[in-house]
């Protein structure tokens, strides 16, 4: 695929020029102190959590599946939170029992554990790795209750001082950014080996209190994306992305949170629902910018998730970067940028011809993962 869009998209180079310039003369918000390798990509996650709860009070799905994944939890376990969340209120029966499958579109669902069924990509790979990752697991799941307390004040946290579409005072912020610290590190669960996430030393020897927990998310550590939250608030670049919206009033949602499209999802992407259309906006948390692959492939994503939505379930009509560090959101109307990637061509008949090869790669993956889940079980 990448290979396709280096080879079609010929006006990457300059459009990820374009970008870099738009944040290099600006002011970097960077931590304060020395820090590991593994705190930058740590508190991006914990933005984009805060960032999430601006937009949409949903689960926090991969901090859920992470805990899956870590041996902690059994899924059973994630899909009874993820009801209790105000997106998922409304489920019932069986829907209810498999919340963290069901995520909301502009006008209805995506059915995760039809696809999963179906041999689709991304049900499996879950399954799978609760299958061969149990870091810390100890027998009858101990920890189970102590995470239930702790996401039951989480949602109590939140309801209280954490308003759709409104930062709060600096008091709370800080208690809001240390809960986002946490959901950032079982999210790191999701995808990565937890043995390697500095919070969950505290499930290694006993089972730990929500205070344990909660002591695991230094002063230190949640200072970083507490700055960012500021610099969303004093660059105006939260009030730019509230015009996308439509402009609501405190309390309204403003979109979608990792929408899912093509059987694909991701924390750090988000839909800020407009009249005249949506806007997919990433979130992106690094200091330095280059025009090198990395910054064109976040163009080739976020392009590729606009014309993969054959259906325009999300009227996704704009894509933005918002450079968290740097306060800046950049936002390009989606045939502005296919013409400037694809220097003259046809649009439409690019888009056809990526929609096919997306396809074919989708129905050979799911096949194999197909092929893998069967023998797993036999």
Sequence with gaps: MGD?????????AEVARYLVQQVREGEVTRPE????QLHWSQAGRAFSHRMAHLIQFAPPYSALLGLVRAGLVP?????AEAAQYPTHGSLTGDRRERAVDLRPTLSGWVDLRAARDAGASVGVVVAAQEQRHRDHSRPGRPDEEVLSQ?????????HEHSTLGQLGEPGPERGLARLCWILGSFQYAYRNNSIDSPLFRVFRDDVPSVEDIHR???DDEIADPLALTQRLRTSGALEQMRRLAG???PGMPWGITAPVIFDHWDDNTFLLDGPEGSTLMEVVSLAHFTANSRVRRRIWNLLAYAWLDTADTYRIRNIALYFARYGVLVTIPVTRLAEALLEGRDAQDVRNE???LATRLRDV????RQEWRLASEQ
Excluded at 33 to 36: A, F, I, L, Q
């Design 4 to 12: 396709w869009c280096e080879t079609r998209l010929t006006g990457s």
């Design 33 to 36: 102190g020395p820090v590991s």
């Design 75 to 79: 899924r059973s376990w994630a899909d």
């Design 150 to 158: 702790l996401f039951d004040r989480m949602r109590a946290y939140f």
């Design 216 to 218: 695991g998310a230094s």
């Design 247 to 249: 402009d609501p009033p």
């Design 354 to 356: 990526f929609v096919g």
């Design 365 to 368: 993956d799911r096949a194999r």
